[in-house]
């Protein structure tokens, strides 16, 4: 999960959401909600999402929506990944239908730290220097 929130962040992705619906149904444990701007965006988010995990040695059990680019659906059996083009998203609202899933919001990591890719913090800005001297 955290492979495919850091990817998602790296494409820029919007609004992601994690949905815990262990509980609430039989086919997964998980749902990762996001968004992208346009349909080659919500492609490259899938594309991104399939290459990162499949590195990692996870394979989708199922894709769908790969040919309309509007509402991919990834399925990694207790993840179940939807990449919505935003107006869908809002049409479909699936956070709506599953209101009583848990939810955690994801922030999207701050700028410089994505930028050093090194999980470390980010190096900070000298306060610039007065003219006085003491």
């Known amino acids: ?11 820029n992705g919007l609004e992601p959401v994690v949905l815990e619906v262990k509980g609430l149904c039989t086919f997964a444990d998980y749902f990762l909600i996001c968004s992208g701007t ?22 989708p059990l199922g894709m769908e929506g790969l040919q309309e680019g509007l509402w991919v659906l990834m399925d ?10 935003q ?5 479909y609202d699936l956070e ?7 939810k955690t919001y994801v922030t999207p990591a701050p ?8 999980g470390q ?6 306060e610039p220097e007065s003219g006085s001297s003491s």
């Not at 700028?111 to 090194?118: D, E, I, K």
């Open 1 to 11: 999960m955290e492979l495919a929130v850091k990817t998602i962040d790296a494409v």
């Open 111 to 118: 700028a410089a730290m994505a930028l050093t890719g090194s």
């Open 38 to 59: 346009s349909r080659r965006h919500v492609l490259a988010l899938a594309q991104r999402l399939e290459e990162a995990l499949g590195q990692a040695g996870v394979k």
């Open 121 to 126: 913090e980010p190096v900070q800005n000298p």
């Open 76 to 85: 990694y059996n207790d993840v179940v990944i939807h990449i919505f083009f």
């Open 96 to 102: 709506g239908l599953w209101a009583e899933a848990p």
């Open 87 to 91: 107006e869908l998203r809002q049409f």
